[in-house]
């Protein structure tokens, strides 16, 4: 068997995240445009893709984890399980963000945007833009929606940047569970990191609970 090198896939993650409105999971935008990639379908004006925001830069990459945990099922003729049985299972997605913004410090510590930032564009009277309430959160934590977009497996074309096979990370529900902190030095970036804990969602399709993780050539896409 030959090594297959377009399996190997290099490169970062762009994050995307969108509001659960009355608890429901954002419609994502259209990717059928023919050539247009994932990235930009995120990116576009449309109704759809107007949900989510683009989180920018990261450090350090995404990561995404699952974390079984299971129990032994002993038996004295073995010395040893017969048998494990699923207790639980825990499904991650962690970085780094690199842009400083209020908004995304909003998203790192899980509080909700609509209520806990106050954007006012333009000239103020007292110069403030942005405002982060830092108010008391209720039991209940803030869920959001989110997305990865990274190269995938397939060929890339040569010397084209942003085109070729993309792979997408979607999470229907995902809540920000690391406590996290942030420093202002002198020879360093302010970043904030954060881990956000997938959960499954009822209204999915069977077996799209937590979500989906696909790959799709733009160039195919018959839209």
């Not at 762009?14 to 419609?27: C, S, T, V, Y």
């Not at 830069?57 to 017969?82: C, F, R, W």
């Not at 780094?96 to 913004?101: A, C, H, I, Q, V």
């Not at 108010?135 to 929606?145: F, K, M, N, S, T």
Request: charged content about 15%; hydrophobic content about 40%.
């Amino acid at each position: 068997m030959s090594v297959q090198v377009t399996n190997i896939i290099v490169g970062p993650g762009n994050l995307f995240i969108a509001e659960r409105e009355a608890g429901a999971f954002p419609a994502l935008p259209d990717f059928t445009t023919p050539s247009g990639t994932a990235y930009d379908a995120f990116n576009a004006t449309g109704a759809a893709a107007s949900a989510w925001t683009y989180l920018g830069a990261t450090e350090g990459g995404v990561e995404l984890s699952y974390e079984p945990t299971y129990t032994d099922v002993n038996i004295d003729q073995y010395k040893d399980a017969a048998r494990l049985f699923l207790e639980n299972q825990t499904v991650n997605i962690s970085t780094t963000l690199m842009e400083s913004t209020l908004a995304n410090l909003i998203y790192a510590w899980g509080f909700e945007s609509t209520t806990h930032l106050d954007a006012t564009p333009g000239a103020t009277g007292d110069g403030v833009q942005t405002t982060f309430k830092l108010g008391i959160l209720g039991e209940d934590p803030c869920e959001y929606a989110l997305a990865v977009v990274s190269k995938g497996v397939g060929t890339q074309p040569n010397c084209i940047p942003g085109a070729g096979v993309e792979r997408v990370y979607v999470g229907r529900r995902i809540i920000s569970v690391q406590g996290s902190t942030f420093g202002m030095r002198r020879t360093e970036s302010t970043m904030f990191p954060v881990t956000f804990r997938l959960l499954p969602d009822s209204s999915a399709a069977a077996n799209e609970e937590y979500g989906t993780i696909f790959d799709r050539d733009p160039t195919l896409a018959t839209g």
